[in-house]
């Protein structure tokens, strides 16, 4: 089953403004990540967060990381249609090793 | 970042056949792994690609259905066996190098989307 739940499910934004996407998972994880999917291709893989960081910055994606309240954010400041896609969270696996648990995903909609 | 190519990107089949599916990263990787992601759905991991031994599968996937090979460090292939409709579906490999500079950051290939008539 999936550990990741992201929230909201769908997002609509204008362009220059900020997403926020949010994932909160079950269990103890060592580190989690966020990915981006455009129209059913691959996986970009944007950031990884461990177990000890709190936030982490890439570009204009902030990533924060609250384990106590096992919980994820992902802000995407000034967003672009670019930035238009499907985001996913991913924690590991407990029992598979390094393989990752996904979570439903929140699709991002930036109009100009 | 790492290259992961899959062929076939895309491909449409015939209920009954199957499908061999290519994954081929661009170094040698610690591990590899096999995902589907049904029509709107998020990713499930179908398997553990084990370099010279049998995969490790996940509940509710088998060997005989998606039998899956990984000869060497930088090659995997995942089969899909006597495909049916509810096989439709996008799969990705996955690489992650536990050793390097991306340790723990699990890179995909661009997937490739199967359709079954």
């Not at chain 1, 919980?71 to 590991?92: G, N, P």
């Amino acid at each position: 089953s999936q550990q990741g739940e992201e929230d909201p499910q769908a997002l609509s934004i204008q362009e220059g403004e900020n997403a926020t996407m949010n994932c909160s998972y079950k269990t103890s994880i060592n580190n989690l990540q966020w990915y981006r999917q455009n129209s059913g291709r691959g996986l970009v893989h944007l950031i990884l967060i461990r177990s000890n960081e709190r936030e982490k910055h890439s570009g204009r994606l902030r990533v924060t990381l609250d384990t106590s309240k096992k919980s994820s954010s992902l802000l995407i400041t000034a967003s672009r249609a670019a930035d238009t896609a499907s985001y996913f969270c991913a924690t590991e696996y407990s029992n598979s090793g390094y393989a990752l648990n996904f979570g439903k995903g929140t699709s991002l909609l930036v109009t100009p | 970042s790492a290259v992961i190519s899959q062929k076939p990107s895309r491909d449409i089949c015939q209920r009954g056949t199957s499908l061999t599916i290519q994954c081929q990263v661009d170094s040698q990787v610690t591990m590899m792994f096999w995902y589907r992601q049904q029509p709107g759905q998020s990713l499930t991991l179908i398997a553990t690609a084990n370099q010279g031994s049998e995969a490790t599968y996940e509940s509710g996937f088998v060997i005989d259905k998606f039998p899956i090979s990984r000869p060497n460090l930088t090659f995997s292939t995942l089969t899909v066996s006597n495909m049916s409709p509810e096989d439709s579906s996008i799969y990705l490999c996955s690489a992650e190098w536990v050793q390097r500079e991306y340790r723990n950051e699990q890179f995909f290939g661009p997937g490739t989307r199967l359709t079954v008539l």
